[in-house]
Every structure is written in structure tokens, then in C-alpha cells.
């Protein structure tokens, strides 16, 4: 949003704030009809409630300028609200955050794979942007989407070392609903890259298509057979080859997460919730499943300002 159309429509009042909105619908179609207006070499993304690191946009210019191929750099996402006495969900939300951004991430870009980009902090060569046709105004998680079209165009994604403070959600319906909508734009994305498989793969290349199958229809699958995992886990046969490819998963991912806390500032014994917090993850795949069946572009909106934030610097 411009300084202009700021001050213009806090001059205006409650009712041109809501005719605003009610024009822009959610953050997808505004980001596609603002890239428009937009004249600089790089556009980036940021949520209200963001307080990137001093120095982002510097560090992001200099990647970006380092490698012609590059389309895009992805700021670590972190949450400053997750200390002792948080509510357990945003501790949980904040310890995926740091296993994602400060790990999982870093390490396919590192390997030139392609990945999913995060909802905010992305910093873009303008002119990749437009070739890719900007957001899909009709996927709810656009900037997923995007990271895909970027990959099968040719284009590299990279992250830089600097950190977006957000918000977490701190109440359980909250993060359900973010989840669910999380959930449905991957499903939507996985339906329209999967329509035509084989020129998708041959446009990613194998270790490309591999990656984003892990990332999207895999993760989805997963969240979906996590409840099964545990009933086979806990009464299965424990020297049984399936329960011993259970267990192996579920420790790989729970010693994950557990290396990625202390830099998060989060405690290690934190990850052993994990099983019982993708639990919550299945129940917000099922949300996401009817969300997509009744409304596939309804965009959940998700709740902020309930988080009890230090003051930003």
C-alpha cells in the first residue's frame, strides 16, 4: 500500500477503509492488482504485523544481484512471541517456523531445488514476477503457488540470513483456521501442477519434481495419515517393518525440530509435543477438505492483534 492511499483512507474513515478492503477482497488479489503500480527492480511482500531485521532489504538487493537466475530471496520467519508462559500453540507454530526457515529451506536452496515460499518476506526481481504473471488471485496460499510457476520457468529460488518477526496465532481456533487455509491452497496447487505431470517434471527436472512432491501432496498425506501412524505405532508389532519406517519418520522429524530450537530460543523437550500438535494438523486437513469442496478461493482470514508482543525497536 502506498503512503498516499495510507493517509487517504485514514482520512476517510471507517467506510472508505471497508469499501477498500471489500475492492481488494484478501492479500492475494491486492498483491496482483498492486504489482501494477509498482516501478522498482525488486518487490517484496510483507504482512501488517511483519518487523523484518534492519538490513533485510540490503542483504536481499546484493543476492538478488549476485545471480541473474535468482527470481527470489526468502527472509527467514520467525515469531517473537514464544517464550515461557506463551500459549503452547504459538511455541509449537514458532518451533515449525525455525526447523522450516532455519533448516529445511536453507538446505534445498543451498541445493538448487525448487521450494514452497513463505507468506511474507519474499524479495522479487521484478521483471521474474511479471514473466511468471504475478499471484494467483484465486489461490489462497498464492505464494506457494508462485514458487512452483517460478521453478518450471526456470527460475532459482534463494534465502537470506535475516529474520521476519510475525505473529503467531495463540488460540487453538485461530491456528486452525490459518492451518486449514494453508491446506487448501496447497491442495489447489497440487490440483493445478498436477494436470499435466509430465510436463511439469520435465520442466522442474526429476530432483525438482521430487522435492515439491515432498513438499505438497506428500506433507498433505502425511497430516492425513498421522492419526493411522499412531494407532499402528501403539499397537502395532514394534519389530514389524511398517512400524519400524513409522518410527524412523517420526524421530527424524522430531530431531528436526529439536536441533532447530535453541536458536529459536525454545526449549528442546518442546518437540516431543509433536505428535500430539500433528494432531492438529490432521484436524485442520479435514477443515481445508470441506473448505475446498464448498468454497475453494474463501480466504479464512486469520486473526491478529491477540498476541502479547514486546514493542518493536
Not at 40 to 58: C, I, N, S, T, Y
Not at 214 to 229: D, R, S, T
Request: charged share 20%; net charge positive.
Amino acid at each position: 500500500m502506498e503512503a498516499g492511499e495510507l493517509k487517504g483512507l485514514k482520512k476517510g474513515g471507517a467506510d472508505h477503509l471497508k469499501g477498500f478492503l471489500s475492492r481488494t477482497h484478501d492479500k492475494a488479489r491486492l498483491a496482483y492488482d498492486r504489482l501494477a503500480l509498482a516501478s522498482g527492480d525488486l518487490v517484496v511482500v510483507f504482512d501488517g504485523e511483519d518487523r523484518p531485521d534492519p538490513g533485510q532489504a540490503r542483504l536481499a538487493a546484493a543476492a538478488l544481484a549476485a545471480d541473474p537466475r535468482l527470481a527470489v530471496v526468502q527472509a527467514r520467519l520467525g515469531c517473537d512471541h514464544a517464550g515461557p508462559g506463551s500459549p503452547i500453540v504459538a511455541r509449537l507454530w514458532a518451533l515449525e517456523y525455525a526447523a522450516l526457515f532455519g533448516a529445511i529451506l536453507p538446505l534445498l536452496s543451498r541445493l538448487g531445488l525448487p521450494f514452497l515460499l513463505g507468506g511474507t518476506s519474499n524479495w522479487f526481481q521484478a521483471s521474474a514476477l511479471r514473466a511468471a504473471g504475478g499471484w494467483d488471485a484465486h489461490n489462497v496460499t498464492e505464494d506457494a503457488d508462485l514458487g512452483v510457476r517460478l521453478a518450471r520457468m526456470g527460475w532459482r529460488s534463494g534465502t537470506i540470513d535475516s529474520t521476519t518477526w510475525e505473529e503467531a496465532p495463540v488460540r487453538v481456533g485461530a491456528w486452525l483456521r490459518q492451518r486449514a487455509r494453508w491446506f487448501k491452497g496447497f491442495a489447489v496447487t497440487v490440483i493445478v501442477h498436477a494436470s499435466e505431470p509430465r510436463r511439469t517434471m520435465r520442466e522442474l527436472g526429476a530432483p525438482g519434481f521430487i522435492a515439491l512432491l515432498a513438499q505438497l501432496p506428500v506433507a498433505l498425506l502425511c497430516a492425513a495419515a498421522h492419526p493411522l501412524g499412531l494407532i499402528v505405532g501403539a499397537a502395532g508389532d514394534p519389530s514389524g517393518p511398517l512400524a519400524a519406517l513409522l518410527l524412523l519418520g517420526y524421530c527424524a522429524a522430531v530431531a528436526l525440530h529439536a536441533a532447530a530450537a535453541p536458536r529459536a530460543g525454545l526449549p528442546v523437550w518442546l518437540a516431543l509435543l509433536l505428535p500430539f500438535y500433528w494432531l492438529l494438523h490432521w484436524a485442520a486437513l479435514l477443515l481445508a477438505l470441506s473448505d475446498l469442496a464448498r468454497d475453494p478461493a474463501h480466504w479464512r482470514k486469520t486473526e491478529h492483534g491477540a498476541a502479547v508482543r514486546a514493542a518493536a525497536a
